[in-house]
């Protein structure tokens, strides 16, 4: 069973900067494509990036230039690096862990999820 527990999420202000932690059951990291999610208050869950096994990254447009995915196999962990944060940046962010290698940014691909943890960014 895959566990999946996210942490870092606070509140800023905006052009803050912040970083994002998900570790993960053994071996999660390494042998899955993983990625990060974030749902605003009465939206939609929505993609933010992903990172496949071989360490290929992918952005939504809007946090293109400005949030960085990482990961740390030895010590399970994927990271978001998040800048020049925006009001609009508030959600809750999301750790989610694919089957696929190489996941893309459809919800349906990921299989675990964490249970999220929040960020504000006032302005």
């Known amino acids: 069973q895959v566990q999946l527990v996210e942490s870092g999420g606070e509140s800023v202000q905006a052009g803050d900067s912040l970083r994002l932690s998900c570790a993960a059951s053994a071996r999660t990291v390494s042998a899955y494509g993983m990625a990060w999610f974030r749902q605003a208050p009465g939206k939609e869950r929505e993609f933010v990036a992903t990172?496949?096994?071989?360490?290929?990254?992918n952005y939504a447009d809007s946090v293109k230039g400005r949030f960085t995915i990482s990961r740390d196999n030895a010590k399970n962990m994927v990271y978001l690096q998040m800048s020049s944060l925006k009001p609009e940046d508030t959600a809750v962010y999301y750790c989610?862990?694919?089957?696929?290698?190489?996941?893309?940014?459809?919800?349906?691909?990921?299989?675990?999820w964490g249970q999220g943890t929040q960020v504000t960014v006032s302005s």
């Open positions: 989610a862990a694919s089957n696929l290698l190489v996941p893309g940014p459809r919800e349906g691909q990921y299989a675990y």
């Open positions: 990172i496949s096994w071989r360490g290929t990254t």
